[in-house]
């Protein structure tokens, strides 16, 4: 992009003092989301004000308060909810959702999976650390089986939800996934789901390093990335390495990792990524493989359009307007039965 | 017996019709209430549903009633006792004889009453009345089922269509009962079946051959006349508190200028308000049946932030679920209207069943210090114009407002005369339009109401942010400094107090002063009103003090309360606005009368106990 843009990151830092921990992985996040929105707003023409922050509870729900932007700070678990009412209300607002693996998947389980049944067309950024940071180091819905925390001294017995397989089983019209440190692909994700009309999720792989440092570690480190990870993007060979040579076929009903150029395999027996393909099969096999026997998969997974819940209520209000005799309260206070007493 | 009854007059009159719930009684009810509404009788009526949609037949707990209270003045409840029970089967009977006047008139299907029909009602023995106690009353032994067949035999309907069809022979016998017109009707089933011409037919024909039965057999020694009521001359239509709440949103909405958004999750006896909502989509209203309680006041919340004039419907058990949003709406001074449409509890209680026990929940059911404006509409037609005054105090006053409803007066219907939205104040919410100058501070107030201002997404310079973490005074950034978080708490409590000034004073209805003042709250009104009335026309000493506005409570209160030697203050519930009375006005005695069945008060005992008052 050129200098040309009407806002610089700058006109969405607020005033106040960043508080969360030294090393988080939110600051990341948090400066490419201030990337991002001038962006945001060049392509899709929003103004400032336009831009809404709406937070749940946790160390990820301060969002709000360090955008100089509308924001709502909700309870616990809520801010789901709370964005719905927002969009609802003024779908011409550009509305943003920040929450964690607890607040999102866990207290707020049931307004997440709801939201993205209903499509409705707000952007959910869900920092996933696998742990609860802000109550000091318990176990939350993502922490891997078998965790040691402060609530599972002895390990968790849960298995944990992945966040994308979630989403896709309750309908889910977009999902990708980034990590902190990789701020320029977490801004093309914010960008891409901004731009997706209906509930966009990004999960954001987040370190909290003060209760559960390098959870990310095996396929996130810098020296490991590169060929423990995929970036995915829309119309490209799923091809991952550091020398780029290693890529993703499909055997049955199986995704499986091959080397390039080895045991007869090319170029053009390696998947091309196509975001935009209603049946989930493929979507579902990328949100799904984990390290070490798959990479995991990084960028825009699932883009695909469906018509949103706003624009529905916007529809249905405009026809049944068009349609109907009673224009205003007196003409329903007189409609039906009525009678006169003289 | 003489050769044609004789018509006698009657001031009031009390009909219950019951049967299965699949038998149309609600229907045949509200028809012959349409009918007695256009005669310019005075109404009141109240449908007892079971909690079951459709239990086994013939049993029970599968019996739906409609008890309607007509009269030539103005009535103001549907009645305690019946003077005609129509009972569609042996289970009907058994389950509404209890609500019988002594001597009153029973017409039943006794095409019903077989040997396996009154078993399966529960009756021990063979002869049903002798065991209720009240084969003396004027039984009216109709064979309403066969009767209907026979009124039929030509239709082209299938049995089951005509069998169907009974609900109207039970309706033409009381049409007939008390002289009334069967043309109502008529029109009513013409354009119901527009459709369906034969089925319209069949409708008329049993109503007519139903009719045509009483007057032929001389079943009844003399019919009844129920002279039109003094009412106010104007347009009138029925309506029930569902309804009025409904539409009283709506009209806040209009007056207001903001779209009206409501989120919620259906449950009993609130449903119907989200129902009626989400039905005018031609008045722009947005209805968001949410996933569940919490979900329906969260997106209210985000909607209210956003600049609609936002609302949530609910129960007891959900207002429960709702709690900590509530909170939130307070700490966020957002305007909010929560309805609460009381039932028995607690928990899940007595779904289907009026009671009051949900004050003190409305009151304080927060954590922290959390005031908020809290109003009761107190009949079914009331409840309009307090949802308009709930919805222009929460925008004007930028704070949440829960109104109380019950079951009650939320099924309960009556004639009401139609209002002019010209008559209706404007509501102008503190919307900011633009940044002032030196930048806006979202939690600076106006003096009158302490009110913070309206600021909406989309308007430019005055991005903000608001959260359930304590605010600043000023800035409504987040603060933890311990003088601002007690000052904040004294303001939002003053601000809440400071609501009195814009309410109206408390009436008295009869004398200013006397020997006993009986208060109530909500839904007992009518029941309060017959019963207080009935005493002063025996010359006794008795007034009634009823509220509408709870907290606060209107200013001169107090001033009332010290001109009574008595007060008695009438729940449905063990006491909680005669605690509340009481932790704000210790300087007087508060009697008590309360009940806790999931009914109604009836006057009888409300009057037996305001005599013993007197006499004490």
Redesign the interface.
């Known amino acids: 992009m050129d200098g040309q843009m009407k806002y610089t990151p700058q006109d969405f830092k607020s005033d106040q003092e960043v508080k969360w921990c030294p090393g988080c992985g939110n600051h990341a996040i948090l400066t490419a989301v201030q990337k991002a929105l001038p962006e945001v707003a060049e392509a899709l023409n929003y103004t400032h004000e336009q831009f809404t922050f709406v937070s749940g509870i946790g160390c990820s729900s301060r969002f709000p308060y360090y955008m100089q932007t509308f924001g709502f700070h909700g309870i616990h678990g809520r801010a789901t909810a709370i964005a719905t009412g927002v969009k609802v209300a003024n779908p011409k607002l550009t509305v943003w959702q920040v929450t964690g693996d607890g607040d999102a998947l866990a207290i707020g389980g049931n307004h997440f999976i709801h939201a993205i049944r209903r499509n409705i067309d707000i952007n959910i950024m869900l920092f996933n650390n696998e742990i609860y940071g802000l109550t000091k180091g318990q176990y939350s819905p993502t922490s891997k089986l078998g965790k040691i925390t402060k609530t599972s001294p002895f390990g968790t017995i849960e298995h944990p939800f992945n966040p994308g397989e979630l989403v896709l089983g309750a309908r889910g019209t977009f999902f990708a996934r980034t990590l902190d440190v990789e701020m320029g692909l977490t801004k093309d994700c914010l960008i891409a789901a901004a731009k997706h009309d209906g509930t966009s999720v990004v999960e954001i792989l987040q370190n909290c390093v003060i209760y559960n440092d390098r959870t990310h570690a095996d396929f996130a480190n810098k020296d490991v990335r590169a060929d423990r990870t995929i970036v995915l993007r829309h119309g490209e060979k799923m091809v991952f390495g550091k020398n780029r040579d290693k890529g993703l076929v499909q055997i049955g009903m199986k995704l499986m990792v091959v080397k390039i150029g080895e045991g007869g395999v090319t170029m053009d027996d390696i998947l091309v990524h196509n975001a935009h393909e209603p049946n989930p099969g493929v979507h579902m096999m990328l949100v799904n493989m984990s390290y070490p026997n798959y990479p995991v998969a990084l960028g825009v997974i699932r883009d695909v359009p469906d018509h949103t819940y706003d624009d529905s209520i916007e529809d249905q209000l405009a026809e049944l307007r068009c349609k109907s005799n009673i224009c205003c309260m007196d003409d329903l206070l007189n409609s039906g039965e009525t009678w006169e007493v003289k | 017996m003489e050769e044609t009854e004789k018509c006698v007059d009657l001031d009031e009159a009390i009909i219950r019709f019951s049967g299965d719930s699949g038998d149309g009684m609600q229907l045949t009810g509200t028809l012959f209430s349409?009918t007695s509404?256009?005669l310019?009788n005075g109404i009141s009526t109240f449908p007892d549903f079971p909690a079951e949609i459709r239990a086994p037949q013939g049993t029970v707990s599968g019996v739906s009633g409609f008890q309607l209270h007509f009269g030539s003045r103005k009535i103001n409840t549907p009645g305690d006792y019946c003077d005609t029970l129509v009972a569609m089967n042996p289970a009907a009977l058994r389950a509404n004889a209890k609500w019988l006047k002594k001597g009153a008139t029973v017409i039943c299907d006794v095409d019903t009453f077989t040997e396996k029909g009154v078993a399966r009602a529960g009756f021990k023995t063979a002869n049903p009345f002798v065991e209720l106690n009240i084969s003396d009353y004027n039984i009216i032994y109709a064979p309403i089922t066969s009767m209907t067949k026979e009124a039929l035999k030509e239709s082209p309907l299938d049995m089951k269509s005509i069998v169907k069809c009974k609900n109207m022979f039970a309706l033409g016998i009381c049409f007939y009962l008390y002289s009334r017109p069967l043309e109502h009707t008529e029109a009513y089933l013409d354009r119901k079946f527009r459709k369906k011409p034969e089925v319209a037919a069949a409708n008329k024909a049993v109503l007519n051959a139903g009719y045509n039965y009483a007057s032929n057999t001389h079943s009844f020694a003399s019919t009844y006349c129920v002279a039109p009521a003094p009412?106010?001359?104007?347009?009138?239509?029925?309506i029930s508190g569902n309804q009025a709440t409904a539409?009283g949103l709506?009209?806040a909405s209009?007056k207001s200028g903001r779209?009206l958004?409501c989120?919620s999750y259906p449950i009993t006896p609130a449903t119907a308000i989200l129902e009626e909502l989400a039905k005018?989509?031609?008045?722009?209203v947005?209805t968001?049946q949410?996933?569940?309680e919490?979900?329906g006041i969260?997106?209210?919340?985000?909607?209210?932030?956003?600049?609609?004039f936002?609302v949530t419907t609910t129960s007891g058990p959900g207002l429960s679920l709702k709690s900590?949003?509530t909170g939130?709406a307070v700490m966020?001074e957002l305007p909010l209207v929560v309805v609460d449409v009381q039932r028995g509890g607690p928990s899940t209680g007595l779904p289907t069943k009026p009671e009051q026990g949900d004050l003190y929940q409305a009151l304080w059911g927060r954590n922290g210090e959390c005031p908020l404006v809290v109003i009761a509409a107190s009949r079914p037609s009331d409840c309009f114009h307090y949802a308009f005054m709930a919805g222009k105090i929460a925008m004007e006053h930028m704070t949440p407002v829960l109104l109380l409803s019950d079951g009650f007066i939320a099924n309960g219907s009556e004639p009401w005369k139609?209002?002019?939205?010209k008559d209706f104040p404007q509501i102008v919410p503190p919307i900011v339009t633009e940044a002032p100058e030196g930048g806006f501070l979202p939690y600076k107030r106006d003096e009158l109401r302490l009110a913070r201002s309206w600021a909406?997404?989309?308007?430019?310079?005055?991005?903000?942010?608001?959260?359930?973490?304590e605010k600043d005074f000023l800035k409504g950034?987040?603060s933890h400094d311990p003088i601002n978080h007690q000052r904040m708490v004294n303001v939002r409590a003053a601000k809440v107090a400071r609501v009195a000034d814009f309410i109206p004073s408390q009436q008295v209805i009869g004398d200013e002063s006397g020997d006993l003042l009986v208060i109530g709250w909500g839904g007992t009104y009518g029941h309060l009103l017959s019963a207080v009335e009935d005493l002063r026309k025996e010359g006794k000493s008795v007034s009634l003090c009823h509220f509408n506005y709870i907290n606060p409570l209107p200013k001169n209160t107090a001033e009332i309360f010290g001109r009574f030697r008595k007060i008695v203050v009438c729940e449905l519930n063990l006491g909680q606005f005669a605690g509340y009375l009481r932790m704000n006005f210790q300087q007087f005695r508060f009697e008590q009368f309360n009940k806790v069945q999931g009914l109604p008060f009836t006057v009888v005992e409300l009057k037996e106990k305001f005599y013993e008052l007197l006499a004490r």
Do not use: N, Q
Request: net charge negative; aromatic share 6%.
């Open positions: 349409d509404a256009l310019g009412i106010a001359p104007g347009k009138y239509r029925s539409w709506m009209a209009e779209p958004f989120g005018r989509k031609d008045l722009g947005k968001l949410a996933e569940d919490i979900a969260c997106t209210a919340i985000g909607a209210a932030f956003a600049g609609d936002a900590e949003a939130l966020t139609i209002p002019s939205m909406l997404p989309g308007t430019k310079g005055v991005e903000h942010r608001v959260g359930g973490l950034c987040v």
